[in-house]
């Protein structure tokens, strides 16, 4: 089958830099997504790896390894309005995103 | 703002009614998407559509029905609801096979089932 994990729950401290990890087994992969959602919102794209290495926007960024199946996403300089939940998605070999079920990031000040 | 419209956003409805929920875009996109969204569980695909009358089954499609009469509207019908179809459903329109295109969505429809 297939499967996305990532933490239920994390905790940072305003200002800092957290890392949300993201391991996938899926059929095929064409592309893994970050996205953001407040809660009582839609989700937002955040960003789009599809091969090795770093993605760079601003205070986010992220990661891929398509041999480990596994993609983090980097906050840097953590504001109170980063307090959401990060989803992440790959798009498997049907072009259909398979979701993980969230991580809340809580930010404390 | 990609021109995603759901309604409606809130519906409170009564076990074994028929309910349907309506996704409008203005953005002439091909693709179009059902999900549902429920605590511990990523958002799961209901059914999704890849033009007027093309429709598909996702993974949670038991219990739910499409339709696709036009570009712009995608309607999902619960034909007879149930307490396990209480969630949050969310529209999306989405341009697959084309390499770092995302999925858009709309605000997302509230369905409590009692």
């Known amino acids: 089958g297939q499967n996305i994990d990532q933490p239920t729950e994390m905790t940072a401290t305003e200002g800092a830099i957290v890392q949300i990890n993201c391991t996938y087994q899926?059929?095929?992969?064409?592309?893994l997504f970050w996205y953001q959602q407040h809660a009582g919102e839609a989700p937002t794209f955040l960003s789009y790896?599809?091969l090795d290495g770093l993605e760079e926007k601003g205070r986010f960024s992220s990661f891929l390894s398509r041999s480990k199946g596994y993609s983090y996403l980097l906050l840097k300089e953590l504001q109170m309005k980063d307090s959401a939940s990060y989803l992440c998605a790959v798009r498997d070999s049907n072009y259909q995103l398979i979701w993980g079920a969230g991580t809340k990031l809580i930010i404390k000040p | 703002d990609a021109g995603i419209t759901q309604s409606p956003r809130h519906k409170v409805t009564e076990t074994g009614t028929p309910v349907t929920l309506r996704c409008h875009q203005t953005?002439?996109?091909?693709?179009m998407y059902w999900y549902r969204q429920d605590p511990g569980h990523g958002l799961r695909l209901i059914h999704y559509s890849y033009g007027v009358k093309d429709t598909d089954k996702g993974e949670v499609s038991d219990g739910y029905s499409v339709s696709r009469s036009k570009t712009e509207d995608f309607l999902l019908t619960l034909e007879s609801a149930t307490s396990s179809q209480t969630s949050v459903y969310f529209c999306?329109?989405?341009?697959?096979?084309?390499?770092?295109?995302?999925?858009?969505f709309g605000q997302g429809t509230r369905l409590t089932v009692v």
């Open positions: 953005e002439n996109h091909r693709y």
């Open positions: 899926t059929s095929g992969f064409n592309g």
């Open positions: 999306a329109i989405s341009r697959p096979g084309q390499p770092g295109t995302e999925a858009f």
């Open positions: 790896n599809v």
